[in-house]
């Protein structure tokens, strides 16, 4: 099956600076990747939709300056935090669209990114 | 757009009970279902989808679900649960009109004792 990988699994920071995070689809090419936030006990937030060489499309309420998302590949986008503050701590998870399932437009997960801001 | 409604929220049962998830979601168009579950510390795995077709479907692991379009329900089912589904299980809808990107229900946390 398709497998999506993140990178770092967690990270602590501390309050004023930058994290990136890798998401990366590792068999197959995703035109579109998507970034969620996670609070404890509770469900998937989108924050933004990444498409392939375009800039992402951010949720409401989302501070696209504070969340940069970049997808400069057909398997690699990049979420970067700057300016952390601890409540940024979240577990922030990315999902991938298989190109060739298109018609489907099934999702596949990454593991999640757990970051602590200190 | 659409939305989703898992009204259990917390759910606890005895091994060898049966399960059912009850899940609702509001869009008048032509949608795609999926049950996902989140073992603890682990991520997001699906347990089962439906596009079209037969509006029973088979997931992984002994879990089923059921399409019922006039109910707007895709409700999550498993007719006796072990220890080892303890776990949060979150419905998802996605559509035509919201681009397929899917909605996401607040999940239900299931404990199952032994």
């Known amino acids: 099956g398709a497998v999506v990988s993140q990178h770092p699994s967690w990270v602590i920071c501390k309050s004023g600076t930058s994290v990136k995070i890798e998401c990366r689809s590792l068999?197959?090419?995703?035109?579109?990747m998507f970034w969620y936030r996670q609070f404890p006990k509770q469900s998937l937030m989108l924050m933004a939709t990444s498409n392939e060489g375009s800039k992402a499309t951010y949720e409401q309420g989302v501070e696209k300056d504070k969340f940069l998302i970049n997808h400069a590949s057909l398997t690699l986008s990049t979420l970067t935090v700057t300016s952390a503050h601890p409540e940024d701590s979240s577990f922030y998870i990315c999902?991938?669209?298989?190109?060739?399932?298109?018609?489907?437009?099934?999702?596949?997960f990454g593991p999640g990114t757990r970051l602590t801001v200190t | 757009a659409q939305s989703v409604s898992q009204h259990n929220h917390h759910v606890i049962l005895s091994e060898a009970a049966s399960l059912e998830l009850g899940c609702n979601y509001s869009?008048?168009?032509?949608?795609?279902l999926f049950w996902y579950v989140q073992y603890p510390g682990q991520h997001l795995q699906l347990l089962l989808k439906?596009?079209?077709?037969?509006?029973l479907v088979k997931g992984i692991k002994g879990f089923e679900a059921e399409f019922i379009k006039s109910k707007f329900s895709f409700n999550l089912r498993k007719p006796s649960v072990q220890w080892s589904d303890t776990a949060e299980y979150f419905c998802?809808?996605?559509?035509?009109?919201?681009?397929?990107?899917?909605?996401f229900g607040r999940g239900t946390s299931l404990i199952v004792h032994p």
């Open positions: 999902s991938a669209r298989d190109l060739k399932l298109r018609e489907n437009y099934e999702q596949y």
């Open positions: 068999d197959f090419q995703a035109t579109t």
């Open positions: 869009y008048g168009g032509t949608v795609n």
């Open positions: 998802a809808v996605n559509a035509s009109g919201g681009s397929y990107i899917p909605t």
């Open positions: 439906y596009f079209s077709g037969d509006p």
